[in-house]
């Protein structure tokens, strides 16, 4: 591609609207999640006819509002501002909202079907991570003017503009009746909140200069990043790309390494007698020890 074909779209990605299209995907994805998690639990209790929106559409709705809206809900939170701000925009309740009732309510369930359905799946997830990198950046944004001296608190606040719903996840499983807190994303960060944290790390210097890129070319990147390995995860089942560098980190810096070298150093050698046969050991009468 001709560099300043390339650069034209990096700069109409940039300024692309987020409301409706990317939303509504996000809504889509979200409410599906939503769903999609009831089901081990309504298993259990052994009643799996009988979906959870079904017996309790308050709090499907509830939980799905909750879910759509996780990154500013938390975001607000850290940064000491009202947590029911996001709830003030009627338009994108209204529209999460009806894409949570087709999602659960649809006839014939045909619209979770068509989400379902592969190539609208990609398509709608294609949308969702160009709408994490607007969500990422502009995260970013608002905590660098709030704090503009405090790097961490513009990271953190950046991961969660994109992923807060892993971080809302307990929260809102208790709504449903459900409590697992040996899930979240502390113990165990998804991929989403990996790539949200490079993404904010990104972001962030370029607000220092440490990258001498154009924005709209860093932000299409970011982009192109949330996209290729959304894909991949749909497609080639690769979740979590970051799990071998992990690895690889952790046995170089984290001791992992020095405890291999210590379980290898401590192990006892095997003693003669454990490798003996034991049918040389029996104790043989009298008169055979005559004979021979």
């Known amino acids: ?119 609208f799946k990609l398509i709608i997830c294609m949308l969702k991570e160009t709408q994490r990198a607007h969500k990422v950046y502009h995260g970013v944004l608002v905590a660098a003017k709030l704090y503009p001296s405090s790097y961490l608190i513009v990271v953190i606040i950046g991961t969660i503009k994109g992923a807060g719903s892993g971080v809302m996840k307990n929260f809102d499983r208790l709504i449903r009746g459900i409590w697992i807190p040996g899930s979240n994303e502390i113990l165990q960060p998804s991929f989403a909140t990996k790539a949200s944290l490079v993404a904010s790390i990104v972001f962030l210097c370029e607000r220092l200069n440490l990258i001498a890129v154009p924005h709209p070319l860093i932000y299409f990147g970011v982009v192109l990043f949330f996209v290729y390995f959304k894909i991949s995860s749909v497609v080639l089942g690769i979740h979590d790309p970051f799990v071998p560098i992990e690895n690889l980190f952790c046995a170089i810096f984290m001791g992992g390494m020095w405890d291999a070298l210590r379980r290898a150093a401590s192990k006892e050698p095997a003693k003669e007698d454990e490798n003996k046969d034991p049918r040389n050991d029996v104790i043989k009468p009298k008169d055979e020890k005559k004979k021979d």
Request: charged content about 15%; hydrophobic content about 45%; glycine content about 4%.
């Open 1 to 119: 591609m001709d560099p300043q074909t390339y650069m034209d779209v990096a700069t109409v990605v940039t300024k692309l609207k987020m409301y409706p299209y990317f939303d509504i995907a996000h809504y889509i994805l979200m409410c599906i999640a939503v769903r999609e998690d009831v089901l081990p639990q309504q298993q259990g209790q052994g009643s799996p006819s009988q979906p959870f929106s079904r017996k309790h559409p308050l709090s499907s709705w509830l939980s799905s509002m909750l879910i759509c809206f996780a990154g500013s809900i938390v975001a607000n939170f850290l940064l000491g501002e009202p947590v029911i701000t996001p709830f003030k925009d009627h338009q994108s309740i209204i529209t999460a909202t009806a894409v949570w009732y087709l999602v659960n309510y649809s006839p014939f369930d045909l619209v979770y079907k068509l989400a379902k359905f592969l190539p």
